[in-house]
């Protein structure tokens, strides 16, 4: 049997639990803030111009678990969870298209 034209998407790294930390100790989201998105839409994917970003699925308090997702050298990732494909796209430099699918926990109320 052939291989598929276009393969399946590998399903999402994940990590749960607090921030990782480096070998010094010192947590790694210091040094930046990761990105977290929604599919509070339903829809089909989301593009995403982070490869590193945390996945909420739905707005909460309908969310999942807030996993951090790493696509490595790959361009797209699947939630496991709610089965969100994100698509990478490094012209929106860390924001999310369409943009409503942003979630900003730190002013989330």
Do not use: W
């Not at 034209?5 to 010192?26: D, V």
């Not at 996945?55 to 496991?80: Q, R, S």
């Amino acid at each position: 049997m052939d291989a598929p034209a276009h393969p399946l998407p590998k399903a999402a790294a994940l990590h749960y639990g607090a921030p990782r930390s480096n070998l010094l100790g010192t947590t790694m989201a210091s040094d930046h803030a990761t990105p977290h998105f929604h599919n509070q839409p339903g829809l089909r994917s989301v593009r995403v111009g982070a490869k590193e970003f945390m996945c909420v699925g739905a707005l909460p308090p309908f969310d999942h678990p807030h996993i951090f997702i790493d696509m490595g050298d790959d361009t797209e990732a699947v939630c496991p969870y709610c089965s969100t494909l994100y698509v990478y796209d490094g012209a929106l430099h860390g924001h999310a298209q369409p943009a409503d699918c942003e979630y900003h926990p730190e002013t989330a109320a």
